[in-house]
Antibody, heavy 125, light 108 residues
Framework: EVQLVDSGGGLVQPGRSLKLSCTASGFTFGDYAMSWVRQAPGKGLEWVAFIRIKSYGETTEYDASVKGRFTISRDDSKSIAYLQMNGLKTEDTAIYYC????????????????WGQGTLVIVSS | EIVLTQSPGTLSLSPGERATLSCRASQSVSSNYLAWYQQKPGQTPRLLIYGASSRATGIPDRFSGSGSGTDFTLTIGSLEPEDFAVYYCQQYGTSPGTFGQGTKVDFK
């Protein structure tokens, strides 16, 4: 059974940093791209970051709203994906979901076939 | 960026009724790469449909997706009590992909 367990959320002041983790099980982690999707309170879904597999250089993509502040990474030996969030803003307040991403074709986008339970990040002074 | 507009915003129906949800794209979705997700209150989103019409693992056959180009539809053949939720469409034909704003299916 595929499982994604998100952790690391919490209350943080604007401008500070936080690192989220996603521990995967039930599949060969290194064979799949991974991504983070967030949902602000009472709002819709917003893609945040994406990382390809090793054979594609573990290259990354970011939404414009977080580019330069957030960094996605992965450790295939531990089956963990990370999201390092620096320079946090109040508008980053959201539930952050780790997702397994399916990337059908190079040059196109991806969809999300499994989701973690989410971890809440609150950015407030 | 492709903008997805879902309609209606809220759909009020009774169990056993048929639900038809629309997702319209501002430009053609490449390869009909469109997905649908269900999110129940307080729960994690769940993939229902990918590639416009392929059901994800474990999804009941009362859920069906159709459409191409700019117009896509999610149909729930006969609503079960557990189907009352918010539904999101997402296009992934153009990187990085975008979500619609959601349609809420609630009890009439």
């Amino acid at each position: 059974e595929v499982q994604l367990v998100d952790s690391g959320g919490g209350l943080v002041q604007p401008g500070r940093s936080l690192k989220l983790s996603c521990t995967a099980s039930g599949f060969t982690f290194g064979d799949y791209a991974m991504s983070w999707v967030r949902q602000a309170p009472g709002k819709g879904l917003e893609w945040v970051a994406f990382i390809r597999i090793k054979s594609y250089g573990e290259t990354t993509e970011y939404d414009a709203s977080v580019k330069g502040r957030f960094t996605i990474s992965r450790d295939d030996s531990k089956s963990i994906a990370y999201l390092q969030m620096n320079g946090l803003k109040t508008e980053d307040t959201a539930i952050y979901y780790c997702t397994r991403a399916r990337w059908p074709r190079v040059g196109q986008g991806w969809y999300f076939d499994y989701w973690g339970q989410g971890t809440l990040v609150i950015v407030s002074s | 960026e492709i903008v997805l507009t879902q309609s209606p915003g809220t759909l009020s129906l009774s169990p056993g009724e048929r639900a038809t949800l629309s997702c319209r794209a501002s430009q053609s979705v490449s390869s009909n790469y469109l997905a649908w997700y269900q999110q129940k209150p307080g729960q994690t989103p769940r993939l229902l449909i990918y590639g416009a019409s392929s059901r994800a693992t474990g999804i009941p056959d009362r859920f069906s997706g159709s459409g191409s180009g700019t117009d896509f539809t999610l149909t729930i053949g006969s609503l079960e009590p557990e189907d009352f939720a918010v539904y999101y469409c997402q296009q992934y034909g153009t990187s990085p992909g975008t979500f619609g704003q959601g349609t809420k299916v609630d009890f009439k």
